[in-house]
């Protein structure tokens, strides 16, 4: 076996472990990153974030073309969907920016290794990470970041016994590289992965129910800007049935049949070609040798971390879906910034309070901060404004009017304490509210600021200026 020795190794190269590893390489660290598939970026570049959006982007063209080019004085006949070729763009997209990936860890000269890593010895002085595959290999480092993410939480672990078959019973990985559009499929779950990859199928014509065990889905939103999502969801042809619980599945003749319990406790029987669970994710630490070290974990099966990243073992962090949070790309990269500063004894710090949502359908929906109901629950003073999309000059022209704005402020100090976005490209338009907010901006501070002509984003302008009752064109 070999041994070299580092600052610090990183198990797990998705968007936490491979920005952490490049952090740690910038403030001069020797640095190795180890990666049990044979490409680098985690779920969220190889099966995640970025197939669903190259996925979403190509269904939401097809589906432009025949709902709204005609409104363009477009006419286009005989428009056709060519699956292959739209899962080979996908593929291509994520072959970019995997190779990619691994061109910044060339360039930043950090250790690649393949394999499966483990915790193999751990003392105050130095951890020896071993590194499974063909030739197994010890490093030895100052410094452990886990940051092997999560993987979908799976039939079986909410009690149905059924095998996930990629065939009949679908996760994401399986939904993102279907070979053939199906007819009908149930999408288990209305949370981010069972709306946006609902949309990607019913975008081509399969008939999506989604099934939520909740009273409601999108609860980060308030129940105002909820129903708006609804709405828009249910005149694409998206079918809700909340508050229903799926109690089992039978495959028969190529079909799918799922008995679910309503709120009034009948059982319903529903067919259909495909079942998608997006029920969640669960942390991934398997293969890590935690235990053998009394690394803990909470009861949700997250690696427990102090306000540094740090395990109860010295020297060994862990980042991203493995421990507590939102499971997000972006979480995790803030997060692997920080641990690598902290390591460097620089100052390190992530605002959870101001981390982003954003969920890629169309419209697409998006929102920082906290909403309407959460601020009347605490009883917090505050104020609302809202602007539509239908009042913009640019949403006309661009015939994306769904949707709208809403600022909530403190009503003493004006500060805004929340902005939720539903429409055209809320996706980026969001950006402009993280930024005020975390310079502490006041509703005033942003009605004031020039937003140039025409542009969607001047509907965080009015609805900024609503605060105060005081939006132009409403
Ligand atoms: P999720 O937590 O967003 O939603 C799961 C939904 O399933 C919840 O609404 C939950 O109430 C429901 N559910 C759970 N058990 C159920 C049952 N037995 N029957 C019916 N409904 C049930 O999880 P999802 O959509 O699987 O996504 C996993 C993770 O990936 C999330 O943490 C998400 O943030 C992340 N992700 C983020 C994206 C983005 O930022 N745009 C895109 C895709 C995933």
């Keep these: 076996m070999n041994q070299?020795?580092?600052?610090?190794?990183?198990i797990g190269s998705g968007p936490g472990g491979y920005v952490c590893a490049i952090r740690c390489a910038q403030l001069g660290?020797?640095?190795?990153?180890?990666?049990?598939?044979?490409t680098l970026g985690g779920t969220c570049l190889n099966i995640g974030c970025i197939p669903s959006k190259a996925l979403l982007d190509s269904t939401e063209k097809f589906y432009q073309i025949r709902h709204s080019f005609k409104e363009h004085g477009i006419i286009v006949s005989d428009v056709k969907v060519d699956l292959s070729q739209m899962m080979k763009r996908k593929e291509q997209v994520v072959k970019e920016l995997t190779d990619g990936v691994r061109f910044l860890m060339n360039k930043n000269k950090i250790e690649v290794l393949h394999g499966v890593g483990s915790i193999h010895s751990h003392s105050e002085e130095q951890i020896q990470i071993l590194v499974q595959n063909e030739q197994p290999q010890v490093l030895t480092t100052k410094n452990c970041i886990i940051a092997t993410g999560s993987t979908s939480i799976l039939p079986k672990d909410i009690g149905i016994p059924v095998d996930v078959d990629g065939e009949?019973?679908?996760?994401?990985?399986h939904a993102l590289s279907l070979k053939e559009i199906p007819e009908s499929m149930l999408v288990i779950g209305g949370g981010v992965i069972g709306l946006e990859l609902g949309s990607v199928w019913n975008r081509l014509g399969t008939k999506v129910t989604i099934v939520e065990i909740l009273p409601d889905i999108l609860l980060g939103l308030d129940s105002k800007m909820r129903q708006v999502a609804k709405n828009a969801f249910t005149k694409q042809g998206m079918r809700f049935l909340l508050n229903h619980k799926l109690k089992e599945i039978i495959i028969k003749n190529n079909r799918v049949i799922s008995k679910i319990e309503t709120p009034t406790n009948e059982i319903i029987e529903i067919e259909t070609e495909?079942?998608?669970?997006?029920?969640?994710?669960?942390?991934?630490?398997?293969?890590?040798?935690?235990?053998a070290f009394g690394i803990e974990k909470n009861e949700r099966g997250r690696i427990k971390v102090n306000q540094h990243y740090e395990t109860n073992r010295k020297g060994i962090f862990a980042i991203g879906d493995v421990i507590e949070g939102p499971m997000l790309a972006h979480k995790a990269e803030e997060e692997g910034?920080?641990?690598?500063?902290?390591i460097a004894n620089k100052y390190s710090h992530v605002n959870y309070d101001l981390c982003p949502y954003v969920i890629y359908t169309w419209p697409e929906i998006a929102w920082v901060g906290k909403n309407e109901d959460q601020l009347t629950q605490e009883g917090k003073e505050f104020l609302v404004g809202t602007f539509l999309f239908r009042a913009n000059g640019r949403a006309k022209g661009m015939g994306e009017t769904e949707g709208q704005v809403k600022i909530v402020a403190d009503k003493k100090t004006d500060k805004i304490l929340g902005v939720s976005i539903i429409g055209p490209y809320a996706s980026e338009l969001l950006g402009e509210a993280v930024i005020a907010m975390e310079f502490g901006a006041s509703s005033e501070d942003l009605g004031r600021s020039f937003h140039s002509h025409p542009n969607l984003i001047e509907v965080i302008k009015e609805a900024a200026l609503d605060v105060q009752k005081e939006a132009i064109h409403k």
């Design 337 to 342: 910034i920080a641990v690598a500063n902290y």
């Design 168 to 173: 009949h019973i679908l996760i994401s990985d």
């Design 4 to 10: 070299e020795k580092f600052d610090v190794v990183i």
């Design 29 to 38: 660290f020797k640095t190795a990153i180890i990666e049990k598939n044979p």
């Design 274 to 291: 495909k079942v998608l669970f997006a029920i969640g994710r669960k942390p991934y630490t398997e293969g890590l040798n935690l235990e």
